[in-house]
């Protein structure tokens, strides 16, 4: 069957310097030769792969629609291992739609969302950890995330796990020998050497595992919200943090009276900030409601920061929120260091705890500090592998249960068929993730995600 030709605006739509509409498929050179003139005389069809030719984009009359440049890859030395051709034209929504419609006149057809990197994937371009790592890639939101879709795209999880599966493949193919030949006297191969590398199997899986749920934070963001008690400094906080003033800051107590929601980047680490208002007791409706709202921040936010007052006492609703908050992850923040003590910082004995003066916006690197040893990300070395989405936890847990239960079979003398049948499930797991033994609806799960052109 043969496959169409694809088309699609590569660049996000909108005002820019240029935008980029990239045709993927067999006849992609022959059809961008029907629309697209060099102003040296000479067809696409006639250049090698790698040109570019200077030209102009024509309608179906021959009037010109743009200025273009066009970009030849000739299969399979391509991001899609397809012949491509990107025509760069002028920035803008209104010239890179006609530039495609006029592409589609000419033969292809519109590309669906991820179809590109697809098609990469099926002619062996990538493997599925690497086409995910370009989604990672494009949507991180810090240096940190970028680091970690870079490391993907660059193969650390295809090769961990190429390592875990060359050590499961050694052990079945040792389990069949052993099987067949149980009295020849084959050096390496008894129980205690199949159990061996099992154990190592099992490490490593659990290894990549624990990688993950750091990655998320560092992908996602942490679901961060600030707490306190009325005039702590919380929104003076906020706002430094944010480089703007995104709260209200008076000395009045209960001015934030609903939460105030916000995105911000400390160091490599992406905040999803909420400020909340002041816990404490009160008879005013609206405030009340507001107290409610922070409470319940408090229960689903991964991290808080716990704002106190450095120039006055420790009073019954600081205590209160220290006891709400002891089992949490969380963050002491005292502020107002400007101002003389009189905070008794003995009773934070027992938390992380920071020292800031939000108004005088010092106490950053301090936090940030804080931040990465409380989420633990100063432990994720730049060199390690990190798993980037719930797809591929998935695959290494099956491999890593499939590996316990062969480990299991193996010590409670079962049948070595019976251990042989769970190193298969775990090495079935290993391959769905590189893509290697994947079926078409997980296939097709994972490329509707991207976004149309990628
Ligand atoms: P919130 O009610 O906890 O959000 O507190 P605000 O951020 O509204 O601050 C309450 C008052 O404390 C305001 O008058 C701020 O200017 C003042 N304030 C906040 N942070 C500091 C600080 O670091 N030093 C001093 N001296 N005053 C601060």
Do not use: W
């Amino acid at each position: 069957m043969s496959v169409r030709t694809i088309a699609a605006i590569a660049t996000p739509l909108g005002e820019g310097g240029i935008s980029v509409i990239r045709i993927s498929g067999e006849d992609a050179i022959s059809i961008a030769d029907k629309c697209f003139y060099a102003f040296s005389g000479k067809a696409l069809s006639a250049l090698d792969g790698y040109m570019a030719a200077y030209g102009k984009v024509v309608d179906n009359n021959g009037s010109a629609l743009d200025d273009a440049v066009a970009l030849v890859f000739r299969a399979p030395k391509s991001y899609t291992g397809e012949n491509v051709v990107e025509i760069s034209v002028h920035g803008g929504t209104v010239i890179a739609r006609q530039v495609l419609r006029r592409v589609l006149e000419c033969g292809a057809v519109l590309a669906t969302g991820g179809e590109f990197t697809k098609r990469a994937f099926l002619n062996g371009k990538l493997d599925l950890t690497k086409a995910e790592s370009v989604m990672g890639l494009i949507s991180a939101r810090n240096d940190a995330a970028a680091k970690i879709s870079r490391g993907a795209r660059e193969g650390r999880i295809s090769r961990d796990t190429q390592d875990i599966l060359n050590k499961l493949l050694e052990t079945a193919a040792s389990l069949a020998a052993f099987a067949d030949y149980p009295d020849e006297d084959i050096p390496n191969l008894n129980e205690e050497n199949f159990a061996a590398l099992l154990d190592e199997c099992r490490f490593k899986c659990e290894k990549l595992i624990s990688t993950y749920d750091t990655g998320r934070i560092i992908r996602e963001g942490i679901n961060c919200a600030i707490v306190g008690k009325p005039n702590v400094g919380k929104s003076t906080l906020m706002n430094m943090l944010c480089g703007s003033d995104r709260s209200i800051v008076t000395n009045i107590a209960g001015t934030t009276r609903d939460v105030v929601e916000t995105t911000v980047n400390i160091g490599d680490v992406t905040l999803n900030l909420a400020d909340t208002a002041g816990i404490h007791d009160t008879n005013d409706t609206v405030e009340k409601f507001g107290v409610d709202k922070a409470k319940e921040k408090i229960d689903n936010a991964e991290l808080l920061l716990a704002v106190f007052d450095n120039s006055s006492a420790i009073d019954n609703d600081d205590r209160q929120l220290l006891g709400s908050i002891k089992d949490k992850k969380c963050i002491i923040i005292l502020n107002k260091t400007d101002l003389p003590q009189q905070f008794d910082k003995q009773e934070l004995s027992c938390f992380e705890t920071i020292e800031i003066s939000a108004r005088e916006g010092n106490g950053m690197a301090e936090l940030c500090s804080a931040i990465n040893r409380v989420c633990k990300l100063e432990m994720l070395s730049p060199d390690d592998t990190v798993l980037i989405n719930e797809r591929q936890r998935d695959c290494v847990n099956r491999a890593l249960n499939a590996v316990v239960s062969a480990s299991d079979a193996l010590a409670y003398g079962m049948t070595l068929d019976a251990v042989g049948v769970c190193i298969d499930d775990a090495i079935a797991a290993l391959l769905e993730l590189t893509g290697k033994r994947v079926t078409n609806e997980v296939c097709d799960e994972i490329f509707k995600r991207f976004c149309v052109g990628k």
